[in-house]
C-alpha cells in the first residue's frame, strides 16, 4: 500500500487551472448548500477574493493534494494568533470523495503544528450529518447550536491539550 502524502497549495500561489477547478467546486450544488452563501460566484469575484488573501491576515486558504491528486479545500478564517484559535471549513473536491479524514489530519496538523494554534472551531449546518460524524469522528465536541437564516447550526471546537 503506498503511504499517503499530504500537501498544500496556498490560494494565492495557485495556477490558473487550479483557481478554476475550485471555483467549480465551490459553485457545485452539492457543495454550495452547506455554505452560508450559497449564490453562485463569479470568476470576477473569485479573483477579488484570491487577491485580498494576498494581504488579510485572518484568513488562509489551501487547496489539499493527497498523492499529487487535488483532494479538497481547507481554510482558516478569523485567525487569532495571540489568543491561539481560528475557524476553520473543509470542502472537498465533488468529483473525489472519501478524503475527510485525509483532509482533517492536514488541516489539524497545519492549525495546531504550524499556526500553533490552541483551539479549532466549526459552523456545521445540522442537516450536514457527513461533515458533523467526521468532526465528532475526529475529535471535535459540540459546543452549542444556533439559528441561523432558519436553519440550526452546530458549533464544534477541537482544543489541542499539549498548548
Known amino acids: 500500500m503506498k503511504k499517503e502524502e499530504l500537501s498544500l497549495i496556498n490560494f494565492t500561489d ?34 477579488i477574493f484570491i487577491e485580498m488573501l494576498k494581504t488579510d491576515t485572518t484568513k488562509q486558504y489551501y487547496l489539499v493534494l493527497k498523492n499529487s491528486h487535488e ?12 489568543s491561539k484559535q481560528a475557524n476553520f471549513g473543509i470542502y ?6 472519501g478524503n475527510g479524514k485525509s483532509m482533517m489530519h492536514i488541516l489539524k496538523n497545519y492549525g495546531f503544528n ?3 494554534l490552541h483551539t479549532l472551531t466549526a459552523e456545521v449546518f445540522q442537516e450536514n450529518t457527513i ?17 441561523i437564516k ?14
Open 114 to 116: 504550524t499556526l500553533q
Open 14 to 47: 495557485l495556477n490558473k487551472e487550479q483557481e478554476s477547478r475550485i471555483l467549480t467546486w465551490r459553485n457545485n450544488t452539492n457543495v454550495r448548500k452547506w455554505m452560508y452563501t450559497s449564490e453562485s460566484i463569479t470568476n470576477h469575484n473569485h479573483q
Open 150 to 163: 432558519e436553519q440550526n447550526i452546530i458549533q464544534m471546537e477541537l482544543k489541542n491539550e499539549n498548548r
Open 92 to 97: 472537498s473536491n465533488p468529483l473525489n470523495k
Open 71 to 82: 483532494i479538497g479545500v481547507i481554510y482558516f478564517t478569523n485567525i487569532d494568533l495571540l
Open 131 to 147: 461533515a458533523y460524524s467526521l468532526y465528532i469522528n475526529t475529535g471535535f465536541k459540540e459546543i452549542k447550536t444556533t439559528l
